[in-house]
């Protein structure tokens, strides 16, 4: 893992990666908002109810990867803010390179 993402804990996985993710439902738009206590923090404009959160969270996440939804599976957390996601199909060195283009840095704490 590269230096930028120390602070973000990603599990390399035999068909892809893990990230713990933070998301905050009902935000003012969809975002990625950095790193967040060993996670990705990500605001999602859906409110938390019926899955609609966590499937924009799944929206989101394929779009700034770069990868189809279907490749974005939400593995733990379908009721919590705190969420783990797997990319299928991408290594955890692909998934920093890609995380590093939209601008993630590690926490100044």
Do not use: W
Request: net charge positive; aromatic share 0%.
């Amino acid at each position: 893992m590269t230096p930028e993402l120390a602070s973000v804990e990603i599990v390399r996985r035999k068909h892809g990666a893990r990230l713990r993710l933070r998301v905050k439902p009902g935000g003012r738009r969809d975002r990625l908002v950095g790193p967040y206590g060993g996670a990705l923090k990500l605001e999602v404009q859906a409110p938390p109810d019926r899955g609609k959160a966590n499937a924009a969270v799944i929206a989101l996440l394929a779009r700034l990867l770069d990868v189809p939804r279907s490749a974005v599976v939400l593995v733990g957390g379908t009721t919590s803010q705190d969420k783990i996601v797997e990319i299928q199909g991408i290594d955890a060195e692909a998934l920093c390179k890609r995380l590093l283009g939209r601008g993630v840095r590690a926490s100044s704490t």
